[in-house]
């Protein structure tokens, strides 16, 4: 029959129509939804159409959320390497970069001569980042992550958005704390919470112990 689906459109808009009043009239027609109120307007059971009055409000931002990334670096309050950097300057990111937006110093040991496996000076053009992900896809070490911190805007281009290391840097508890299954899930295939090279030193350790008391 001609029209039946023109109906069924209109049916579902007036029912988002008249839901909305009656959850304008359920929070008393608050310019803002309590606090306590807003993860349920966000879930699956919100009822009606509602604006979300940034910035005194914001969205929940999903766990696999990406924006510009950050560098991951131990805890602060580590007992054995407290702030050390889980970077080991490969360049594997900045090779992977399709804008080209990651710059890398290294750094030589002045006795040995041999790289220093840790970057000396770390850069990201946020301007130019396009939060793609492949950095933190690529890098062999976890060392590199998406944030969720959208809030990035200055008025100065030319020098608050080019990210040093220093800004860059962020403790293994702030990954843990934005995006746990994920966290979980990486030290679940890498074999333990910590940095590669440390897990496999203390395996080494064990294996020592292990021939020493044979």
């Not at 914001?58 to 560098?71: D, G």
């Not at 050390?84 to 399709?98: Q, R």
């Given at each position: ?25 359920r ?29 005194e ?50 750094s ?13 000076e ?77 897990l ?15």
């Amino acid at each position: 029959m001609y029209g039946t689906g023109l109906w069924r459109g209109l049916r579902v808009t007036l029912k988002h129509f008249i839901d909305t009043y009656i959850e304008d009239i359920r929070y008393g027609f608050r310019r803002h939804v309590p606090v306590e109120a807003f993860p349920e307007r966000q879930g699956l059971e919100a009822r009606g159409t509602f604006t979300v009055q940034y910035p005194e409000e914001k969205l929940a931002t999903p766990e696999r959320f990406r924006f510009i990334p950050f560098l991951v670096v131990e805890n602060y309050d580590h007992p054995e390497r407290p702030g050390h950097d889980w970077c080991t300057s490969c360049g594997i990111c900045a090779k992977v970069c399709p804008p080209q937006c990651i710059w890398i110093v290294r750094s030589d040991d002045p006795e040995t001569g041999r790289p220093i496996p840790e970057p000396a000076e770390f850069y990201i053009d946020i301007d130019i980042c396009m939060n793609c992900g492949f950095c933190a896809e690529f890098c062999p070490f976890d060392a590199i992550k998406m944030d969720h911190d959208y809030e990035l805007a200055s008025y100065d281009r030319t020098t608050a958005h080019i990210f040093d290391k220093q800004r860059l840097s962020k403790e293994f508890r702030y990954w843990q704390s934005i995006a746990p299954t994920r966290a979980a899930e990486e030290a679940a295939a890498r074999g333990g919470w910590e940095h590669k090279d440390v897990l496999k030193q203390k395996q080494r350790e064990a294996k020592d112990k292990g021939a020493a008391a044979e």
